[in-house]
């Protein structure tokens, strides 16, 4: 049978129906509420993860050690900064092996890698970027990412553990770029953490922030780690001085994820008072959001 050669050049030049490049520059859409120390509202803590959420001290960041110390992949949904998406080629066939999403200043960059590499065994290292693959699925891309280290869901140190998955769905919609994810933890969490967050197309590079970082004395002696012991947490109960939310709802658990939690702890909620001015932290005077903790 005679093969014409110019027919196969051009099917393969032809990409894989479905399929979006995601190549280049997504600017972060951020509408991120002030962060208390210890707002776990909404994430379905056990027991373990609360107490290692309440044993944290932000001074933590401050040790020698952990001056240069990147999140895990997890920041890419608290993190205020945009992506920039590359995708790395076969160079005889054209086919995506990887994409790529640079790093920031305080997150690996992270590969997915598309080539049908199984995952990575059991006893591999764990890194902050972890060991992610993708595969298409119609015009959305799914990944799934193992090996992260211990690290933070949220910027307050609400914990995972280095048993965390992460399975993620890119989707686009005209400019905008959706993530959809869930986070699976069987040492900390009781059911699936979901998160989305929306980027939008940018023509102009987004700022990544990414370069050497360069460790310094930021006050907290070598060999000290920062925190605190079972119920001494000065802020535990932050939530509720400032937005009157009850302990029960602001330290998490699985309960707090659905609606019908509202109905269950509205009697002990009580509306703070408006707040006059100051109102984009938690420090400004008025008593509510923004405002001090009523006396």
């Known amino acids: ?46 027991e373990a993860g609360r107490a290692r959420g309440l044993s944290y001290s932000q001074s933590q960041l401050s040790m020698p050690e952990r001056v240069c110390m990147f999140y895990t992949q997890t920041q890419l949904f608290g993190g205020p900064f945009g992506l920039i998406i590359s995708k790395e080629t076969e160079p005889a066939s054209g086919k ?32 902050r970027s972890g060991f992610t693959t993708g595969h298409w699925d119609g015009k959305k891309l799914v990944t799934y ?10 910027r307050n140190g609400a914990p995972h553990s280095d048993q965390a998955t992460l399975t993620m769905h890119f989707l686009v919609h005209d400019n905008l770029l959706t993530l959809a994810a869930s986070l699976e933890d069987p040492v900390y969490l009781t059911e699936p953490l979901s998160w989305t967050r929306t980027f939008r197309r940018s023509r102009n590079p987004v700022a990544q922030l ?85 006396q």
């Open 210 to 294: 990414e370069g050497p970082c360069l460790e310094g004395d930021e006050g907290v002696p070598e060999g000290v780690v920062p925190h605190y012991l079972p119920g001494k947490n000065p802020f535990a109960d932050e939530m509720n001085k400032v937005y009157h939310i009850p302990l029960e709802a602001s330290l998490g658990g699985a309960e707090t994820m659905y609606p019908d939690f509202r109905k269950k702890i509205k009697d002990k909620y009580v509306r703070p008072e408006k707040c006059s001015r100051n109102c984009g932290g938690s420090g400004g005077p008025g008593g509510g959001p923004g405002g001090p903790p009523p």
């Open 145 to 154: 990412t193992t090996h992260m280290k211990a690290g933070y869901i949220r």
């Open 96 to 127: 995506t092996i990887a994409w790529k999403i640079g790093g920031w200043e305080d997150r690996a960059p992270m590969t997915i890698w598309m080539d049908g590499r199984p995952q990575a065994s059991q006893n591999a290292p764990h890194e």
């Open 1 to 46: 049978m005679r093969i014409q050669l110019p027919l196969i050049i051009f099917v393969a030049s032809i990409p894989i129906l479905g399929q979006i490049d995601l190549s280049g520059s997504w600017a972060g859409t951020n509408a991120e509420d002030t962060l208390l120390l210890a707002d776990y509202t909404g994430i379905p803590y056990n």
